[in-house]
């Protein structure tokens, strides 16, 4: 019985760098932001390598949602689930799970609708649209083993942990605009973290 080879899937380098990038692209003209994205930022593939999936429902805040956005629990959030993967993996870079105020983003009902992704210029630029400006984002990351559904999702060998980085991003106000979960596979993922120091 031969043995099933699999070609080497694409790394992802995930530097804190790339916020900046997101932002400064947020501004620029349509064709700009279609060019490239995040994750061909992240991996160096061209979009045409690229497969994309987003899927979008209304959801209410948890208490956990809830406290990260500070509003009461049961407020309405948009809950978008992102996939994306190299045409010849099935397996998807990471799994994306993205909240956002549901009155916030409703003001412009292209932001509603699934079937506009992917979104040239991503989040940054689609909160842009109705007149939101990150500030900062926070990110917090931890690992544990996958749950036996992200295993299958992200066809990882056995014994791989995988890496839960939590995405908080913060407006000019200081009212935080969007919480994203990520769940990045352990045997393919790279986190850099490049701290530039104010000069004296």
């Given at each position: ?32 932001r279609a ?74 009902p ?9 979104w040239?210029?991503?989040t ?56 994203s ?20």
């Amino acid at each position: 019985m031969s043995k099933e080879v699999r070609s080497p899937r694409a790394p992802a380098v995930r530097d804190n760098a790339r916020h900046q990038w997101e932002k400064d692209r947020a501004r620029q003209p349509r064709p700009t932001r279609a060019a490239t994205g995040a994750t061909e930022h992240d991996t160096g593939l061209a979009p045409d390598d690229l497969v994309f999936f987003a899927r979008y429902r209304r959801t209410e805040a948890t208490r956990d949602l809830a406290d990260a956005f500070g509003v009461p629990e049961g407020t309405a959030l948009l809950e978008r689930r992102y996939r994306t993967r190299c045409g010849d993996d099935p397996a998807p870079f990471s799994l994306v799970t993205s909240y956002v105020p549901y009155d916030l983003v409703a003001a412009n009902p292209d932001l509603l609708d699934e079937s506009k992704e992917p979104w040239p210029g991503g989040t940054q630029h689609q909160l842009r649209t109705v007149g939101v400006e990150v500030d900062r984002v926070e990110e917090r990351v931890t690992a544990r083993p996958p749950t036996p559904e992200e295993a299958r999702e992200l066809r990882l060998p056995p014994d791989t942990a995988v890496i839960l980085l939590r995405k908080t991003s913060y407006d000019t106000d200081d009212r935080v605009v969007d919480v994203s979960h990520l769940v990045l596979p352990g045997d393919r993922t790279e986190l850099v973290f490049t701290t530039h120091l104010e000069r004296w």
